[in-house]
Every structure is written in C-alpha cells, then in structure tokens.
Nanobody, 123 residues
Framework: QVQLVESGGGLVQAGGSLRLSCAASGRTFSSYTIGWFRQAPGKEREFVAAISWSGPRTSYTDSVKGRFTISRDIAKNTVYLQMNNLKPEDTAVYYC????????????????WGQGTQVTVSS
C-alpha cells in the first residue's frame, strides 16, 4: 500500500523559511515523479514543483522559482520542499503526490496523494 506522509508545515512570518517533507513508502518509486501541490481557501489546487525520482530533473511554477527548492533523498525515500522568502500568498495546504511517468508534471493526474500539511504565512 502506497503512503505519502507530509510534515513540516506551520506558521511563519513573511520572509521566513520552512522545509516540507514527503515520506514515501509502499513501492519502488524509480519511475515516478513526485510533485508538490497546494490549495488555498476558496481556490483550486495548483502545481508548485516536481522532481523525477530517478534523476535530477525538476520543475517549478513561476511564482516560486528562485524561492523554493525541491530535492529528494533516495536512501530515506523522502522528497523535500525548501521554501524560502515566504509570502502571505504562499499560505495553503501543501500536498505531495506521486505519478508514474506523467506526460505533464503540472497537469497530468497523479496516482497517490498525501493528507496535506498546512502552511500559514503571516504579514
């Protein structure tokens, strides 16, 4: 059974940093892409960043480029999202998700989802 468990969310002031973790278990993820998505109150869920499990390819939505960094630790089966210079508009529930060889990292359906972790950025 595949499980994705997010952690690391919290309350931070604007300009601060947080590191989210996504611990994956239940299968081999070598052919998978792991993505981070977020959903703010009253808004649709949006793509934030993604990384290929087997290689260093990454992708980011424009609004987080230069501020967020996605990485993975294969030995720990964990994907991280380092978030720096946080802004109030980054406030949302952040989800990690896994997809097997998606055609489009930001729009293709993802197969597995975590339960989410809340990130709140105060101004």
């Amino acid at each position: 059974q595949v499980q994705l468990v997010e952690s690391g969310g919290g309350l931070v002031q604007a300009g601060g940093s947080l590191r989210l973790s996504c611990a994956a278990s239940g299968r081999t993820f070598s052919s998978y892409t792991i993505g981070w998505f977020r959903q703010a109150p009253g808004k649709e869920r949006e793509f934030v960043a993604a990384i290929s499990w087997s290689g260093p390819r990454t992708s980011y939505t424009d609004s987080v480029k230069g501020r967020f960094t996605i990485s993975r630790d294969i030995a720990k089966n964990t994907v991280y999202l380092q978030m720096n210079n946080l802004k109030p508009e980054d406030t949302a529930v952040y989800y990690c998700a896994a997809a097997r060889s998606p055609r489009s990292w930001d729009t293709s359906p993802y197969d597995y989802w975590g339960q989410g972790t809340q990130v709140t950025v105060s101004s």
